[in-house]
């Protein structure tokens, strides 16, 4: 295993370990890949003035988000398949979320269901992120069950009213549900190490991965061609069906994907407990702002009213305080926690966790600041 020093050490170790189609599944975006590139110039323009002889002998990374007290401002973001990048990838990832204190939020596209992930992580701070159905009755249902295992926090996913028009996926085959095809399986073929241990080993144990969430009835393997119309995303989402889920979902509720000062205000008039500014790691709408140019508008407006969380783009835990700086509370990660996965297993999950926190720590003592939020 070469040395892993950064975020990009560990994405070319997940480049080499995972197919083709899975690791640009991950990685790229929508369209012309505009978006992540804007998100990225976003955040490098931004420079933090550093102040000097502030004789902090040791930072304190901990805080708050939503009520709950973490170990710094950092949350695993809600990521679909991402047991699919190691076996039983999202119970790792929720222990080594655990193991850093920082809140695990898992999709409704998990191939792991939250009851299992609570089982494997029993210490895992949980959230569940809701990509609502076609058939709500059966979304209801399920946030019984979510509520049931534990789960604090629901974060509804509103920026995905269609699938994003990614060419990438269709040169080289990546489809969900997947389907088998002669390139898929070199793909496969040539990369053994996932081979053998990610899917070979759902093979002999469980079976070819299912979206674990979705009702028996309608739970196809991955490689099964349709999805049934019932639990097919709700495209049809409206501000009203908020109110409708906050009567569901007595934790707290945030919604996720807001980019604009009026969908803001919109939020706090529902009374959510949170938004998350979010481009969706730049792979929905690739004209959309980078949440770095919006938020402060956004927090100016409205962060005294609700809480303020953004992503899209992290790379290095200095990405992390610029967000806080522009007005967030706590920042979401989506593609790193699965580069960890991917290089190492459990064990690479964490690796990143501490790079992340360590590198969070030494700019805020470069910054001469003491906590995350002094920013
Ligand atoms: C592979 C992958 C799958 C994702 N699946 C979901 C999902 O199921 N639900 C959701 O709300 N967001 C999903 N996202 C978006 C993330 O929650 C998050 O907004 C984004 O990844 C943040 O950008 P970053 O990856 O640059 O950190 C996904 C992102 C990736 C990379």
């Not at 550093?50 to 990374?61: C, K, Q, V």
Request: some cysteine.
């Amino acid at each position: 295993m070469p040395q892993l020093l950064n975020a990009r050490d560990y994405r070319d170790a997940a480049r080499k370990r995972l197919p083709t189609a899975l690791f640009e599944y991950i990685d790229r975006g929508t369209e012309d890949e505009l978006a992540i590139d804007g998100i990225r110039k976003s955040l490098d323009a931004i420079r933090l003035a550093p102040r000097i002889l502030t004789g902090h002998a040791e930072r304190n990374l901990q805080t708050t988000v939503l009520g709950q007290q973490t170990g710094m401002p950092l949350i695993v973001a809600p990521t679909a398949l991402a047991g699919m990048v190691s076996h039983n990838g999202e119970v790792k990832l929720a222990r080594a979320a655990a193991r850093m204190g920082i809140p695990f939020c898992i999709s409704t596209q998990s191939v792991t269901t939250i009851e299992e992930v609570r089982d494997g992580a029993p210490d895992a701070l949980l959230w569940f992120q809701l990509y609502m159905w076609k058939d709500r009755n059966l979304s209801r249902k399920l946030l019984e069950r979510v509520a049931a295992s534990g789960a604090t926090t629901l974060v509804v996913t509103a920026d995905t009213p269609v699938g994003p028009k990614r060419e990438y996926n269709n040169r080289n085959g990546f489809s969900i549900p997947l389907k088998y095809s002669v390139r898929g399986g070199i793909d496969v073929l040539t990369h053994p190490h996932w081979f053998f241990g990610v899917l070979l080993r759902y093979l002999m144990t469980t079976g070819m991965p299912t979206y674990g969430h979705y009702p028996k009835e309608f739970r196809s393997a991955v490689t099964r061609p349709s999805v049934s119309e019932a639990v097919k995303l709700e495209n049809l989402l409206k501000w009203d069906d908020v109110r409708q889920l906050r009567q569901w979902w007595k934790g707290k509720l945030v919604i996720k994907g807001v980019l604009s000062l009026q969908d803001a205000i919109k939020a706090c008039e529902l009374e959510a407990d949170g938004i998350v500014v979010s481009a969706h790691g730049g792979r929905n709408l690739d004209i959309a702002p980078a949440p770095a140019e919006v938020l402060p508008a956004i927090a100016e407006a409205v962060g005294h009213r609700t809480e303020i969380l953004a992503d899209s783009g992290v790379m290095r835990g200095s990405d992390v305080l610029k967000y806080l700086s522009l007005g967030a509370s706590s920042v979401m990660v989506g593609r790193l926690p699965l580069w960890g996965l991917a290089a190492n297993g459990e064990a690479g999950a964490n690796a990143l966790f501490q790079m992340l926190r360590d590198e969070i720590d030494v700019t805020l003592a470069m910054l001469g600041l003491r906590t995350p939020n002094g920013i």
